[in-house]
């Protein structure tokens, strides 16, 4: 399974984007991107999954380049509700996505 | 469908002793995980279900530690003479065959003391 590293901490301003990056240097060819959002003492909830270049929902956009080798989520105009914990993995979906979570990164929203 | 549930959501026990927690996925997901997960860390992979077949386990799912899914349904953890390092929040949390998106109940946190 492919390791991440993320930022421990972010903070920002309401209003702002906010654009979190991941490194997965050694992300297999089936491998997935995918990022969840984890507020204190709840579980982590599902924001968005990716394959290769961009893919954007209601809530956040996932950029992701040609090498794989990185990902980037993108928040816009982030509110205090967004501070949390977003955690970046990457496994492969199809034989049963065993999932490894990193310590995340902590983002901060002030007003 | 109201989600993954999980019973109890918080559960305190002297060491030594036996627990038993139950998650309760969406009913139409056939894969089922569990995760423990302490204070400032993200979530440790335990064990996945596909449907009542266990298909993986880690190796933090010690001896003490055996999880269940008997009709492919609802799955029960449960750890056996608790030591205080079990003290931790377990989450449950099921997909579908295809994965894309795993959806996580709201734990059970564990006080071992």
């Known amino acids: 399974l492919a390791k991440t590293t993320q930022p421990i901490s972010m903070d920002s301003y309401e209003g702002q984007e906010v654009n979190i990056t991941c490194s997965h240097n050694n992300i297999a060819t089936n491998d997935y991107i995918t990022w969840y959002q984890q507020f204190p003492s709840q579980g982590p909830r599902f924001i968005i999954q990716g394959y290769k270049t961009k893919v954007t929902n209601e809530v956040a956009s996932l950029f992701i380049p040609a090498d794989r080798k990185s990902s980037t989520l993108s928040l816009p105009r982030v509110s205090l509700s967004d501070t949390a914990v977003y955690y970046c993995?990457?496994?492969?979906?199809?034989?049963?996505?065993?999932?490894?979570f990193g310590a995340g990164t902590r983002l901060f929203v002030k007003a | 469908d109201t989600g993954v549930s999980q019973d109890p959501r918080h559960k305190i026990t002297k060491r030594g002793q036996n627990v038993t927690f139950r998650c309760d996925p969406i009913s139409e997901h056939n894969r089922l995980y569990w995760y423990r997960q302490t204070l400032g860390q993200g979530p440790e992979f335990l064990t996945y279900f596909q449907n009542e077949a266990q298909l993986e386990k880690s190796r933090l799912l010690s001896d003490r530690f055996s999880a269940e899914r008997p009709k492919g349904s609802f799955s029960t953890l449960e750890i056996q003479r608790t030591e205080q390092g079990d003290s931790a929040m377990y989450l449950c949390?099921?997909?579908?065959?295809?994965?894309?998106?795993?959806?996580f109940g709201p734990g059970t946190r564990l006080t071992v003391l």
């Open positions: 993995l990457v496994g492969d979906r199809t034989g049963g996505f065993k999932t490894i």
């Open positions: 949390a099921s997909s579908d065959s295809g994965g894309n998106e795993q959806f």
